[in-house]
């Protein structure tokens, strides 16, 4: 069977977190092949270049340099809407983003999973979002 790597990067440990575990929960339930590796802010570039998958809530203080690192590596985003993600993700084209909720969330995950042309469209697009944060002036 192959696996989809999905990556989480969170600093949250409270209820809000807990909307990233159910959606995982069920998702995984519906579709087995989904592996979840969850990191702090420190993750590893590693991480990033493995997985296929970056998914974080908007409002985590992680997510501004957890989104910033998958677009400039190519790593698709799906986000809970909210906070940075609203700001640093163009919905459908540099990133997805999603209501609040686990099921919603848990819905996202698995249908991109099954959507590499999308995935596609969401890596370009983020290189591209990365391009010009840097392109421009200080």
Do not use: Y
């Amino acid at each position: 069977m192959q696996t989809f790597a999905v990556l989480c990067v969170t600093t949250l440990r409270d209820e809000h977190a807990q909307v990233l575990t159910d959606a995982f929960a069920v998702a995984n339930e519906r579709d087995p092949s989904l592996l979840l590796t969850v990191s702090d802010e420190t993750a590893a570039t590693e991480l990033f270049k493995g997985s296929d998958l970056l998914v974080c809530l908007g409002s985590d203080p992680a997510a501004p340099t957890a989104i910033r690192r998958a677009q400039e590596l190519g790593l698709p985003v799906l986000a809970v809407a909210g906070g940075s993600a609203d700001t640093l993700i163009e919905n459908g084209r540099s990133g997805f983003i999603v209501s609040g909720g686990a099921l919603p969330l848990a819905d996202a995950i698995r249908w991109l999973a099954h959507r590499a042309p999308v995935r596609e469209r969401l890596r370009t697009g983020g290189l591209l979002a990365a391009g010009a944060r840097l392109a421009l002036p200080a």
